[in-house]
């Protein structure tokens, strides 16, 4: 009989592990074999296979994902845009209809944008803070709902309670896309949403080193986005399972950290006269701040802010500071930092950024684990040269 843990913290450790344990080892094993015997599967996706995303390092992640979230059902994928783009397809066809909300990661906004049409399917942006106007975009055709939990890189916070409301009243599959907060700051399938995903590559992980992806809720959805994911073939390798599986144990304790730090850092920000804007729903001044308060446990690592005098102050910064690493990508123990027109947003057209407000000027900080008053030092050296 498969245990129950209460709290995150130890669901993290024990949830989902083989009972009896493998041979005895503590640790997950790697199951290094593309294929196994056949023992009279009837289905072709129920055949042991690395592309069929049953392995014994796959079942094991996938009850560990179930468990986080209090859901019916899980699949990792290949990287977090495969848990996007296969669960949309999964869900959407040709003459189906989308309503997304109007600011989300590049890639999400390119796939969106950039593959739709040709696909034969509809797409209409959403309001996240104006429920009222979402009726107006509904179609007949109109099948799902798409929202981040916090926006990247504006940290925005939608009507998440509404959006669960209005895609129940009209019958649209619910989906949202958890990663900067993680299951231990919402579990979006406790408020009534039919799909969290994850970009495991970021916090999940958390070290930097592995790419994937993951789709927990619904077990008739989830099945439904396995098979599309079979024959699509974004399976993740039993190694990077192996290392997700490891990364995820940790989890609970970086997210203490990575919340606290950001809290103290965007408050920081907030009062350093170069700093015209700071973007965190941790702080009092955010317009999202009392709906985060309600939905969240924690207001997550990741924060943006404008400094005062545009790109060339904002590039003096990032040059001038030593703790973060200038990369794309976050969610791992180090600090990172980017202005998202150069990387997470450059494929975003000039004038969708300007009207969503990502200014060339705006910088993203992942905020690691490090000392935060080390990093609240290099920062104002940074900012004051």
């Known amino acids: 009989m498969a245990k129950s843990y209460k709290h995150i913290e130890t669901k993290l450790i024990h949830a989902g592990e083989p ?21 009279g599967e009837t289905s072709y996706h129920d055949l042991k296979y690395i592309r069929l995303n049953n392995t014994p390092n796959h079942v094991a992640l996938h009850q560990k994902l179930v468990a986080l979230e209090n859901a019916e059902a899980a699949v990792v994928t290949a990287s977090g845009m495969a848990a996007i783009s296969t669960a949309l397809l999964s869900i959407l066809s040709a003459g189906d209809h989308l309503l997304a909300q109007e600011c989300l990661y590049g890639g999400t906004h390119d796939f969106l944008t950039g593959d739709f049409a040709g696909l034969g399917i509809g797409l209409d942006f959403i309001d996240g803070d104006d429920p009222g106007s979402w009726e107006s975009k509904l179609r007949p055709e109109t099948k799902a709902v798409f929202v981040e939990t916090m926006t990247n890189p504006l940290l925005q916070v939608a009507d998440l309670k509404a959006v669960v409301s209005f895609a129940k009243a009209h019958s649209l599959v619910s989906l949202i896309d958890n990663t900067f907060a993680t299951p231990v700051n919402f579990r979006p399938i406790e408020w009534g949403f039919d799909l969290s995903l994850h970009s495991c590559t970021k916090y999940l992980n958390g070290h930097s080193d592995i790419v994937a992806g993951a789709v927990i809720g619904r077990a008739g959805l989830i099945e439904k986005i396995t098979h599309k994911l079979n024959h699509l073939g974004g399976s993740l390798d039993p190694h990077a399972c192996f290392l997700l599986h490891r990364g995820m144990k940790t989890l609970a304790l970086r997210m203490k950290c990575h919340n606290e730090s950001a809290l103290s850092i965007a408050r920081f920000l907030e009062e350093h006269q170069a700093i015209e804007k700071v973007n965190y729903p941790g702080l009092e001044s955010h317009p999202g701040h009392g709906r985060a308060r309600e939905l969240f446990d924690g207001f997550s690592g990741m924060l943006s802010f404008e400094p005062k005098g545009g790109v060339e102050a904002a590039d003096r910064f990032i040059q001038n500071t030593n703790l973060p690493v200038v990369a794309p990508s976050l969610g791992g123990i180090e600090t990172l930092i980017t202005r998202p027109v150069t990387t997470s947003h450059a494929g975003v057209s000039i004038e969708d950024r300007q009207r969503l407000g990502i200014s060339d000027s705006l910088i993203r900080v992942s905020v690691g684990i490090e000392k935060t008053e080390d990093i609240i030092e290099d920062f104002e050296q940074a900012l004051n040269v």
């Open 19 to 39: 009972n009896p344990r493998i041979m005895g080892a503590v640790s997950m094993p790697i199951f290094q074999s593309a294929m196994f015997e056949y023992t």
